[in-house]
């Protein structure tokens, strides 16, 4: 039977900071125009981390039941090292699950309605990312998925509840941090490609090999910081990337020195980083933009 700290390990804590940048950098940019909504603003951070743990959860379960995670050399993985049942992990995904829901309701209770549609899309998204018979996540779409709903999704959501309305810079903004939240997923599935081959999980990492993924991984991390660097426009502001470009070294030099399984753990800690460091430069900078 897993341990508290067992199932908190299999929530992947470290995941979570990326969840939550977009939220902060959309709220600065709510402020900065001066809509700031602060229970909404919390309410879509609820909505952003319960939608991450419950994905989390989610490809715990049924990656294990497929029995992909036999190898793991990643995180550990609650079903697949047999600590949890298949059963108590999915009644884990679905109760966070039902809290983004619960936050979403209200949310649309207090702005419109029409926005229980994203929110339904973004849960059944979640999971059949690995759930499901034909889980999309298998067959090289995972990316596509991070970057509309962890990056567009969340960040243009959180600015609309606010400020009902879409602004050119959030359009920015979104498009940067999804970049920058799919290259998390990229360095992910780029230390999982031997095991994934093997088992069958025909991942876009697996499609594109080795080289190209470290190729597509770095393009990701430049056009995220570019985009965050555009949305800032030319103020003093634009100087705070210089941060953001001096994180990215780290894991960049990983990538191109061809790192490989559990070195590269370490870029998805520095790409996190990366991210949830530019949501707070997001959260002052357009603040007081």
């Not at 989390?56 to 079903?79: C, F, H, M, Q, W």
């Not at 949305?231 to 003093?236: D, M, Q, R, T, V």
């Amino acid at each position: 039977m897993a341990s508290l700290s067992q199932w908190v390990e299999g929530a992947r804590p470290r995941t979570l900071p990326a969840s939550i940048a977009p939220v902060l950098a959309a709220t600065g940019l709510a402020v900065g125009s001066h809509h700031f909504r602060p229970l909404l603003a919390v309410l879509a951070g609820v909505v952003a981390l319960a939608l991450q743990v419950g994905v989390n959860y989610a490809n715990d379960y049924s990656d294990g039941i497929r029995g992909t995670d036999e190898d793991r050399v990643g995180p550990l993985r609650l079903v697949g090292s047999r600590l949890a049942s298949p059963k108590a992990v999915r009644l884990a995904a679905l109760a966070s699950f039902a809290v983004a829901g619960v936050a979403g309701l209200v949310i649309c209770a207090d702005v419109s309605w029409w926005l229980l549609a994203v929110g339904a899309v973004s849960i059944i998204a979640a999971w059949f990312y690995t759930g499901g018979s034909h889980p999309y996540g298998y067959y090289g779409f995972g990316e596509l998925f991070v970057f509309v709903f962890f990056g567009l999704v969340a960040t243009l959501g959180t600015y609309y509840i606010q400020a009902l309305q879409i602004s050119s810079q959030a359009v920015e903004i979104s498009v940067g941090f999804g970049s920058l939240i799919t290259a998390i997923l990229v360095a992910n599935n780029l230390r999982d490609i031997p095991g994934d081959t093997e088992s069958g999980k025909r991942t876009l990492a697996v499609r594109m090999g080795d080289d190209r993924t470290r190729a597509f991984y770095a393009i990701l991390m430049v056009v995220g910081v570019v985009t965050f660097a555009l949305a800032l426009g030319w103020s003093w502001w634009l100087g705070s990337t210089l941060i953001l470009l001096a994180l990215l070294v780290k894991p960049l030099r990983a990538i191109v020195g061809h790192a490989q399984g559990r070195a590269l753990v370490p870029v998805l800690a520095g790409t996190s980083r990366v991210t949830l460091v530019a949501g707070v430069l997001g959260l002052i900078a357009f603040s007081f933009h």
